[in-house]
């Protein structure tokens, strides 16, 4: 059964490991490490959660919520951390270029961390959606 903190698991790994790349070792234990030791906890305590909540018996509103209490604060975790990485390699970037690029690069850090963040909130509300579900 696929539900949607396998993928979650999966994108933050991949999206995060795309971001290691180009980094330096020092940079790369510490985000690297960090992000696996997230992306670890959140996946074996969401197995966890759905073992004693009965989600791999049946699937029932009673049973997705406790693992939705779960996913969805990590999730925004998740999601702030991959913002933190995508800032620091835009930021890093920026700062080797000239004074007028630099500002070009600092302004579309801004912008592409708003649309990051829209598009977050929609991907919230679809994983919130799919533990908590509205309508009867």
């Given at each position: 059964?696929?539900?949607?903190?396998?993928?979650?698991?999966?994108?933050?790994?991949?999206?995060?490991?795309c971001?290691?790349?180009?980094?330096?070792?020092?940079?790369?234990?510490w985000?690297?490490?960090?992000?696996?030791?997230?992306?670890?906890?959140?996946?074996?305590?969401?197995?966890?959660?759905?073992?004693?909540?009965?989600?791999?018996?049946?699937?029932?509103?009673?049973?997705?919520?406790?693992?939705?209490?779960?996913?969805?604060?990590?999730?925004?975790?998740?999601?702030?951390?991959?913002?933190?990485?995508?800032?620091?390699?835009?930021?890093?970037?920026?700062?080797?270029?000239?004074?007028?690029?630099?500002?070009?690069?600092?302004?579309?850090?801004?912008?592409?961390?708003?649309?990051?963040?829209?598009?977050?909130?929609f991907?919230?509300?679809?994983?919130?959606?799919?533990?908590?579900?509205?309508?009867?």
């Open positions: 059964m696929l539900t949607i903190d396998y993928v979650i698991f999966a994108l933050f790994v991949v999206v995060g490991g971001l290691l790349i180009g980094m330096s070792k020092k940079e790369k234990r985000f690297g490490g960090i992000g696996g030791l997230m992306a670890s906890i959140f996946i074996v305590v969401s197995q966890i959660i759905k073992l004693q909540s009965g989600l791999f018996e049946e699937r029932t509103v009673e049973s997705s919520e406790p693992v939705g209490q779960w996913v969805v604060p990590f999730f925004i975790v998740l999601g702030l951390y991959l913002l933190a990485m995508i800032n620091y390699r835009w930021i890093k970037f920026a700062l080797t270029k000239q004074s007028w690029q630099k500002w070009v690069f600092i302004c579309l850090d801004i912008l592409f961390s708003f649309i990051y963040l829209l598009f977050g909130s991907a919230l509300f679809i994983v919130v959606f799919s533990y908590f579900p509205f309508a009867p």
